[in-house]
């Protein structure tokens, strides 16, 4: 590989490189995104500090919160309790949060939870955590898949710029493209989940999913349309910013 000369080679084995790790990113971007929403949407439910039962109109009271962020390229969710103390100098109570540990095989939350989650919110939390633990593990894969194309391109000559990554403000107008591109295809999963692309090909395009936010009552044909004519679009400014310029 290291005798290898050819520069459109080199060239489109460097754009592939690019491409790949570019959507390692946009993935990582959408597996953090699906968790701080599903953590807002927890933590929105207790707010005020406590959940009015509808049945009995008792406040129950929850000392759970979450913190959900990006550290070293991966999705880190945070289980943390919320610990009361009387203060000697105010006398009254006072707050302080501390985060909950992860024990055992796996090093899993489901412990700790058991013994910090009121037996009133126990369902949800535990139905919550079991999808953030496929979120972490969905995102440490991704990682790790990230730097064994990063380990692998360096042994055949070709890098992957470390400032393009999770940096709009650094990254390439080629990069900013690839972006659009996979936004684009995000946006399509979104709108239609469960669709087959051979049945879409051929006009058959379902009604909108009720679960992406938009209304059902939205023409489905004039969207996939549109979306059709926008990678259109994304593909003719590729192969104007991709072309050779050096000739």
Same mark, same amino acid.
């Given at each position: 590989?290291? &005798?290898?000369? &050819? @520069?459109?080679?080199?060239? %489109?084995?460097?754009?592939?490189?690019?491409?790949?790790?570019?959507?390692?990113?946009?993935?990582?971007?959408?597996?953090?995104?699906?968790?701080? *929403? %599903?953590?807002?949407?927890?933590?929105?439910?207790?707010?005020?500090?406590?959940?009015?039962?509808? @049945?009995?109109?008792?406040?129950?009271?929850?000392?759970?919160? %979450?913190?959900?962020?990006?550290?070293?390229?991966?999705?880190?969710?945070?289980?943390?309790?919320?610990?009361?103390? =009387?203060?000697? !100098?105010?006398?009254?109570?006072?707050?302080?949060?501390?985060? %909950? =540990?992860?024990?055992?095989?796996? *090093?899993?939350?489901?412990?700790?939870?058991?013994?910090?989650?009121?037996?009133?919110?126990?369902?949800?939390?535990?139905?919550?955590?079991?999808? /953030?633990?496929?979120?972490?593990?969905?995102?440490?894969?991704?990682?790790?898949? =990230?730097? &064994?194309?990063?380990?692998?391109?360096? *042994?055949?000559?070709?890098?992957?710029? =470390?400032?393009?990554?999770?940096?709009?403000?650094?990254?390439?107008?080629?990069?900013?493209?690839?972006?659009?591109? &996979?936004?684009?295809?995000?946006?399509?999963? !979104?709108?239609?989940?469960?669709?087959?692309?051979? @049945?879409?090909?051929?006009? /058959?395009?379902?009604?909108? @999913?009720?679960?992406?936010?938009?209304?059902?009552?939205?023409?489905?044909?004039?969207?996939?349309?549109?979306?059709?004519?926008?990678?259109?679009?994304?593909?003719?400014?590729?192969?104007?910013?991709?072309?050779?310029?050096?000739?």
């Amino acid at each position: 590989m290291k &005798n290898v000369n &050819n @520069d459109s080679w080199t060239k %489109l084995i460097g754009g592939i490189f690019l491409q790949q790790a570019v959507q390692y990113d946009v993935l990582q971007n959408t597996l953090y995104q699906d968790a701080k *929403k %599903l953590a807002g949407q927890f933590m929105s439910s207790r707010a005020g500090h406590y959940i009015r039962d509808a @049945d009995s109109d008792e406040e129950k009271w929850s000392d759970l919160s %979450l913190q959900v962020k990006m550290f070293r390229g991966t999705v880190a969710i945070h289980w943390r309790k919320r610990q009361w103390y =009387k203060s000697t !100098k105010e006398n009254k109570r006072v707050m302080i949060t501390h985060h %909950l =540990k992860r024990v055992g095989t796996g *090093k899993s939350y489901v412990k700790a939870l058991k013994i910090a989650a009121k037996p009133w919110e126990q369902e949800e939390v535990f139905t919550l955590e079991e999808t /953030f633990e496929k979120i972490r593990a969905t995102s440490s894969e991704l990682s790790r898949a =990230k730097k &064994n194309l990063t380990r692998f391109a360096a *042994k055949i000559g070709q890098t992957i710029p =470390k400032e393009f990554i999770q940096d709009s403000e650094t990254e390439t107008a080629h990069i900013t493209l690839e972006r659009v591109s &996979n936004l684009a295809m995000l946006l399509h999963g !979104k709108l239609w989940p469960n669709a087959r692309q051979e @049945d879409m090909d051929v006009g /058959f395009v379902p009604i909108i @999913d009720e679960q992406s936010g938009v209304s059902r009552q939205v023409d489905s044909a004039a969207a996939n349309a549109a979306i059709r004519e926008l990678v259109a679009s994304i593909h003719k400014l590729s192969g104007i910013l991709y072309q050779n310029t050096s000739a």
